[in-house]
């Protein structure tokens, strides 16, 4: 089945430490995004990349770091810089072929506590 | 900077009552979208409106896209427990470029029976 896996689905951490979200599509979409969700709150995007080894920053980059090396995939590092990282993370994907901006796809999500 | 906003924030109804939510954008949107998200579970695509006034039925949803591109609504007819969750609208940010979304702040509905 084609889709977007996230892992972990739970993570805890210590303050202070750096720790890596994974995401991966096998939809073939040349766009990857990460969005923030705090309860209750909307959607808001950290970075977003549209093709290999480029990506932008979105509305809260601060205290957050991706890379793009392979178009299947686009990890999210959480760095000790981020001053309240605990909340649930959303990776999506969207192909860019159709000449607008259409759908996204999203992950199961991971959900990271800081302790 | 570009916003999208959702009214009402939280919705309660008896089971086979009707629930709207509406969404507004402080620019012009090439096209809306909307997402339901279940409790737990991660946001899902329902629908896309690219025509001004252009309106769309899924079974006992109905979306609207507003005549100057700038509102849309969700109505839903008679809900069902199953239609418990958080519907956010979302359109592509237009200033600073990008093949990107934004999503506006959700209407949570519950439904009790």
């Known amino acids: 089945d084609g889709g977007i896996t996230q892992s972990p689905k739970y993570l805890f951490r210590k303050e202070g430490q750096n720790v890596t979200l994974s995401c991966e599509q096998n939809?073939?979409?040349?766009?990857m995004y990460w969005y923030r969700q705090d309860p209750g709150q909307g959607l808001r995007l950290i970075y977003y990349?549209?093709?290999?080894?480029?990506?932008q920053k979105g509305d809260i980059a601060e205290g957050y770091s991706v890379s793009r090396e392979k178009k299947e995939s686009f990890p999210l590092t959480v760095t000790s810089a981020q001053k309240n990282p605990t909340a649930f993370y959303l990776c999506a994907s969207m192909t860019l072929d159709r000449g607008f901006v259409g759908e996204l796809f999203f992950g199961e999500g991971s959900r990271l506590t800081v302790l | 900077g570009q916003q999208v906003m959702q009214i009402p924030q939280y919705q309660h109804v008896q089971e086979g009552e009707d629930f709207t939510t509406y969404c507004n954008s402080s620019t012009t949107l090439s096209n809306i979208q909307w997402y339901k998200q279940r409790p737990g579970g991660h946001p899902v695509f329902l629908i896309q409106?690219?025509?001004?006034?252009e309106v769309k039925k899924q079974k006992r949803l109905t979306f609207q896209f507003g005549e100057a591109k700038k509102n849309s609504s969700l109505h839903i007819t008679a809900t069902q427990t199953t239609d418990v969750g958080t519907y956010f609208c979302?359109?592509?940010?237009?200033?600073?470029?990008?093949?990107?979304?934004?999503f506006g702040t959700g209407t949570q509905l519950k439904v009790e029976l």
């Open positions: 939809l073939n979409h040349d766009a």
């Open positions: 979302a359109g592509p940010l237009v200033t600073g470029g990008g093949n990107k979304l934004t």
């Open positions: 990349s549209q093709i290999v080894n480029d990506f």
């Open positions: 409106l690219v025509k001004s006034g």
